[in-house]
């Protein structure tokens, strides 16, 4: 157990004039034992600064009983102290009834809470993973040449894994690309051969073509690779990982209705520019150079029989494709059939400069089929949008604008040789699976970062930035691991779960359940940590039926320590409620809602988590045991637009919920003592009737059972 | 030799994300953003598409990664007055403005405010409210601090602020400072602003009340804004129901913007869902040219669009005119059925696109090419790496990818 705390109290900011600071101050030298207490006005205040630096000392932890942990962090930080944080401000002298006696005893049982934790934390001990420095980029197209340039002139060696003999992926087999510079107006030369160049001449750089991963084990600063080519297998110790596997085109061969396969003068957008390439457009049926041709989109994208999404740059190849007929056959005329036409962003000038083309016919129409025509044609049927009825288009050629898979969607790629199986996580596209609004780069395995079509279809010049971008993620894990630090959302947190395993009964929920595959079986069957691929949300901590797993700053013991440290009151008139808060988006919902000066029931405590994911049932076991009368669980959307930043923690904690309901109905404890909520974190303003609500619930239902016992 | 330090100009999601990506990397990085704190445009919206989860949700995470990180340095109410020198030695000249309150003393209290006698238009709501000329400028401000708008604030002839604040935190004869930076690169986060939309008077903006910007459709659905998220009509307060947006706003034109916004029709779309989950008997019409809503984003059309209570209607508004009784009434042909529309509606959103906020001049000695469009590229071995929507109408996204990406170039091109 660590040190008795230094406990300072501040009076600041309306906490003076809300509780009776006094007494905080007798709670916290008599009952709680401190090894010192002061009270000060003005704590963060420069006056305040200088008296803490003048007490605290190595090792012996800190209690600010202040404001919100979420302010004055840089304040209240001194190297190799533990600091804990009693939220009186917000989440009491700015949400109570100023002097209230119930506001007293909420501040009293925060102190007690804050002095428990602190005497339950260790300063985290960080274990830096460092074999190396290398990273591996697989898939040598476009995206994967700019993450490996990328890393490599940023001083990391690399190694590319390209499964095709040559570099260069689609990019290389495409006759130009979509304008990239003002005004907009001409495909411009892809560069690829350049890029290559660069790449194959990079002395930090090992090509290997005609290759594929067969095993990636290991961890971030540490994964060790096995790399085939033929039948000679090599091993790469390497620090992290970009997936740039691409897309393949939507397999025209179900595109039967746009006469795919019906006719050789329907193509894909994919055979077409390689034609363009060779240098000749020409029919496949008969070589004769065609003087119709038309253009339809959304060739399986936007269609929930086939791919639902949109692969966004179609339409825009589609355009330039257009131009390529009017270049190479100047009296042919080109149609584009389109839903939308989207070419956003600088596109739109393109845009416009193809419809200032009078050989080039827009229309928006629904394309009901397409089929061969007697002389050899091809029919393309029209519902035109606009004109409001059917137009048979006949054209020499039909070009289907085929949309994109992602290379996940079916091939795992890396082989991982992870507990949770080999292939990074995805969507129900197969994207990688990712945050995707705030942190795109952020897969479910640390460490490994998809960029380009594989994470999201992009044209060219954007796959090149995503490549990039992906290369800083991976050098920066692999700087992040050497330093022991976690990466994302809990960037720079040196703790990680230690695991009690004279106790582990190998239920295996831990290592099923963390997000990120952190955790494999060791030969005995236990759980074997990875530290660096862990992003230290606690889920396992959670998920533990034997409260085997704590870190040296967090863990079930410091929170049993915590709602075990309070007096629970008799008086049915005086309920307790625990609320059990995700730090992320909870928890600074309170802290508005106090900046707000919104009232909230003072019968609720709340022990902030670093995720609902990582709340252990055995918690709310405890705080029934201990005569609380109501347990809410505060966390974030769970499913398909899920807002956790640990991907499952709230979904988790919802599925474990259904167990305590059982357990609760065997202890004769009524379901609706514990309930979980969604709260995003602007929904601030919803936390008054919220607690307010659920205390005059549990006022309904009486105290708690074994309140008392 | 000790790697060299890097600039970001501008903290909103693009700057954020480059600064915290190159911090985290292990250098140091210094942000230099206008406003009184961080999150820029984003910080104003109420909700992302498609999830249709809050910014301030990623903007926390962001504001805690900068807080428990002591490589990251912020100036807000700061401007770049100027660049000299070049990639591996720019010197940097930076004016920060007076906040007139001292970030080391103000805890933000807020005993001040109360008792300021004078008034300023908060742009936080883009002018539906007021704040006092001191003022917090929202309620997950980073950093947590009081501010004066110098503008609105009566000086030190009033100075009453001054004896409320317990703290002595307020300094009513603040100056500017000017401080030189010494970076080895520098990234150009600097944004975007609405499109003008008074320039769009044929479609009654500032003739009538009842006809708004998206932005500002953003703060009437936030919880934080100035209805406390309840979606009315502006002119009396009567709940809006009948909405209609115009998109394009500015976009798509030659006579405004000439390039697509990007991202207008998404934020159509998900404040079309706005009104849909506020008001059960919602009546919403989209007018469009095309509906663009790339990759996955068309999950989130198709969602919406199966919603009976929203009508697409690809046409151009012709006219408006105010409707008796308030609101008004939008006239528009579809294209689709050749059919006249004559909608009457509550509110008019004009799905405004973005323009770019810094253009060519503005930094002097700022080494980047500036387009027609007035967006900025980088040129070559200059150093400087424009980012999100300071180099393209772009979404949230992108402007993640963009920061990654130049905090990677940034890094290179410094590497010891």
Redesign the interface.
């Known amino acids: 157990m660590a040190e008795k705390p230094l406990v300072y109290i501040c009076s ?3 906490i003076g004039e809300a509780v009776k600071v006094d007494q905080l101050c007798a709670l916290a030298e008599g009952e709680l034992k401190a090894a010192g207490v002061k009270a000060h ?2 704590l ?3 006056e305040g600064r200088q008296l803490l630096a003048g007490d605290v000392t190595q090792g012996r932890p800190v209690v600010i009983a202040a ?1 919100s942990p ?2 004055n ?2 304040v209240f930080r001194w190297d190799g102290v533990t600091v804990e944080r009693v939220n009186l401000r917000e989440l009491v002298a700015w949400s109570q009834p100023g002097g209230s006696q119930a506001a007293q005893h909420l501040a009293e049982d925060y102190l007690r809470m804050g002095v428990a934790r602190a005497e339950k934390t260790e300063s985290p001990q960080p274990t830096p993973v460092a074999t190396s420095e290398r990273v591996l980029v697989v898939g040598g197209g476009i995206s994967g040449l700019a993450a490996a340039l ?1 890393a490599a ?3 990391h060696d690399v190694v590319l894994v390209e499964k095709e003999p040559q570099l260069g992926g689609w990019v290389a087999r495409w006759h130009r690309l979509l304008p990239q ?3 907009y107006r001409d495909p411009q030369p892809s560069g690829i051969e350049e890029l290559i160049a660069r790449v194959t001449s990079h002395p930090r750089i090992e090509v290997l073509t005609e290759a594929e991963v067969e095993s990636t084990a290991g961890q971030p600063g540490d994964f060790t690779v096995t790399v085939r080519r033929g039948e000679e297998r090599s091993e790469y110790q390497v620090g992290a990982v970009v997936l740039a596997t691409g897309w393949r085109p939507y397999d025209a061969g179900k595109l039967a209705h746009l006469g795919f396969g019906r006719s050789p003068d329907v193509v894909t957008s994919v055979a077409f520019e390689e034609m363009v390439r060779a240098g000749r457009i020409a029919r496949p049926s008969d070589g004769r150079v065609p003087r119709r041709v038309a253009f339809i989109q959304c060739a399986g ?2 269609d929930p029989n086939h791919l ?5 740059f179609c339409c825009a190849v589609s355009l330039k494709q257009a131009l390529y007929v009017r270049e190479q056959i100047p009296d042919a005329q080109a149609f584009i059939i389109y839903k ?10 393109f845009y ?1 400069r193809v419809q200032e083309d009078e050989g080039i016919f827009l229309a ?1 129409g629904d394309v009901t089929g397409v089929h061969p025509g007697s002389d050899g044609q091809v029919i393309v049927e029209v519902e035109d ?2 004109l ?1 009825e059917q137009v048979s288009l006949e054209v020499d050629l039909a070009v289907l604008a085929v949309g994109a898979v992602p290379a996940t969607a079916d091939d795992p790629a890396l082989h991982l040789r992870y507990r949770q199986g080999p292939a990074v996580p995805t ?1 129900r ?1 197969g ?1 990688p699976d990712s ?7 952020e897969t479910r395995r640390t460490g490994i970062y998809a960029a380009g079509c594989v994470r ?3 044209d060219a010049a ?1 796959a090149a ?2 490549g ?6 991976a ?2 894990s692999i ?2 691991a050497a330093r022991g630090e976690a ?3 809990r ?2 947190d040196l703790s990680f779960p230690r695991f009690f395993l004279q106790n582990c009964t190998q239920c295996k929920r831990c290592t099923e359940e963390c997000p990120f595959g952190a955790l494999d079986d060791d030969e005995r069957g236990t759980p074997k940590l990875n530290p660096s691929r862990c992003r230290r949300c606690g889920t396992c901590m959670g998920a533990c039926p034997q409260r085997i797993i704590s870190f040296d700053n967090y863990s079930v013991d410091q929170l049993t320590a915590a709602i075990k440290s309070f007096p629970v009151p008799d008086d049915p008139e005086q309920p307790r409620v625990l609320a059990f808060v995700c730090e ?2 909870a928890y ?1 919902a309170f802290d ?1 809602a106090g ?2 000066r919104l009232q909230l029931d003072p019968a609720v405590r709340v022990v902030p988590l670093r995720c609902l994911g990582s709340l252990n049932v055995v918690l709310i076991a405890d705080a029934f045991s201990r005569g609380i009368d109501g347990v809410l669980l505060i966390g ?2 769970s499913g398909d ?1 899920y ?1 956790c ?1 640990f991907v499952r923690g709230s979904e988790l904690a919802e599925r474990r919920l259904t167990n305590v309901q059982e357990t609760l109905d065997r202890l004769m404890i009524e379901r609706e003592r514990v309930q979980l909520v969604h709260l ?6 919803r936390l008054p009737a919220l607690t307010s609500e659920f205390v005059a619930q549990m006022k309904r239902l009486g105290p708690n059972p074994y309140k008392g016992f | 030799m000790k790697e060299q330090s890097l600039l970001v100009i501008g903290g909103g999601i693009a700057g954020l994300t480059t600064a915290i990506e190159a911090a985290e990397v292990g250098r140091e990085v210094y942000i230099v953003e206008r406003e009184p704190y961080l999150g820029g445009r984003v910080a104003r919206m109420s909700r992302y598409f498609p999830k249709l989860c809050p910014p301030y949700c990623g903007l926390e995470i962001n504001f805690r990664r900068i807080r428990s990180n002591p490589r990251v340095h912020v100036f807000t109410m700061a401007e770049v007055e100027r660049v000299a020198g070049g990639p591996g030695n720019f010197e940097v000249t930076v004016r920060q403005n007076p906040r007139y309150v001292d970030a080391d003393r103000c805890t933000a209290c807020g005993q001040c405010a109360p008792v300021c006698p004078a008034e300023r238009p908060d742009d936080f709501n883009y002018g539906m409210s007021k704040t006092k000329a001191i003022y917090l400028p929202h309620a997950l401000a980073m950093p947590m601090k009081y501010a004066i708008d110098a503008r609105a604030c009566l000086g030190p002839q009033c100075g009453k602020c001054v004896e409320a604040c317990p703290y002595g935190a307020i300094d009513l004869t603040m100056q500017p400072r000017r401080l030189t930076l010494r970076v080895g690169a520098i990234a150009l986060a600097t944004g975007w602003k609405p499109y003008d939309a008074s320039r769009l008077a044929y479609l009654g903006y500032g003739s009538y009340a009842d006809v708004i910007t998206n932005v500002m459709m953003e703060r009437l659905a936030a919880v934080n804004g100035p209805t406390q998220g309840r979606i009315v009509r502006l002119s009396d307060g009567a709940p809006a129901t009948r909405v209609a947006f115009v998109q394009c706003a500015g976009s798509r034109d030659v006579n405004h913007l000439p390039y697509c916004s990007s991202i207008c029709c998404l934020a159509t779309l998900k404040q079309a869902r706005y009104v849909l989950d506020q008001y059960e008997q919602a009546d919403v019409h989209v007018f469009y040219i095309d509906i663009r809503t790339p990759g996955e984003y068309e999950d989130f059309y198709a969602r919406v669009r199966a919603d009976a209570r929203v009508r697409f209607h690809k046409g151009k508004v012709a006219r408006v005119a105010p409707a008796p009784g308030g609101g008004v009434v939008v006239e528009a042909e579809d294209m689709l059925s050749g059919r006249k529309l004559r909608v009457p509606v509550d509110l008019l959103v004009l799905a405004a696109g973005m323009a770019p906020e810094v253009g060519a001049g503005d930094i002097p000695g700022l080494d980047v090419a500036w387009d027609d469009l007035g967006f900025a590229s980088p040129l070559p071995d200059a150093g400087v790496f424009p980012v999100g929507v300071a180099r393209r109408a772009t979404d949230v996204v992108t402007s993640a990818r963009d920061g990654t990406a130049a905090a990677l170039r940034m890094i290179q091109l410094t590497a010891s």
């Open positions: 600041g900011c309306g006005p003005f963060c205040g420069p404001c979420r302010v962090a840089d990328g002139d940023a001083g510079r003002a005004p994208s936007r639902p999404y949109c692969s966004s939308d036409l989207r070419a956003p962003g600088p596109g739109e000038l416009r928006k949008s606009l409001g969507d596209y994207f945050n995707f609004i705030c942190f795109p780069y999201q279809p992009m954007a930035d995503d990039a971008g992906a290369a800083l993620k050098i920066q700087r992040m990466v994302h959302p960037a720079g992320n988006d600074p508005m900046i707000n974030c959307r637009d807002q930043h995003a974190i602007s929904d601030f303003d």
